[in-house]
């Protein structure tokens, strides 16, 4: 029989639910049988806290729960547990050269000036290939800083409203165009949506404006 004791009271694992369960109780460091009945008749009922590290992703569960509820509950477990899964990451940093000039903007960079940029470009995936690699090094290199050679190096990367285009490209200066102000974070996001438009898994682009200051364009999540 069961004693009452502020309606519950805790108790030794019960062999039976360690043969239906053997997975789940062997995951969950601690569980209380409570007594929920009104009538004082005793009817135990387990309630299993899992109190264990969060990679194990335990849920809890009593004992009344169908096989059908527990399977439920276990896919749900293995769900947040992927969501959680480590990753590996590679990047790759690319020097280049650009000049560009801000419009709308009041400070040194509404002129015409240049820069020593650093795109430091980082791609994730949740397994290796059979090389034991996100990607080569060397594929980045290939595709990434062949078209920031081609197009961004050495050039000037400027809005399509700027007015100084023309003179520009009289001058048969190279000039790269886009669509909003040429600043580090729109340069940032130019470069991982080309990243992304090849397929690459990228996840973040940081490009370094100076030494001492960069902006980043990165996917949530
Ligand atoms: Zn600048």
Redesign the pocket.
Known sequence: MHSHQNGSRSVARPSHLLKTFPRFVAAVPKFELADQMDDGESSPIAHFEHTGSKNSAGVGVSCRQSHQELAYSTATANQLAKKRAIMYRVTRQIDFCYG???LNYDG??KHL?G?NGRAIISIEAESLDSRGMVMDFSDIKSVVSRWIDENLDHRMILSREDPAIPFLQQLGEPVFLIEENPTAENIAKLIYDFAVGRDYPVVRVDLW?TRSCYASYSRLG
């Open positions: 560009h000039r801000l040194k960079c000036h820069h404006e």
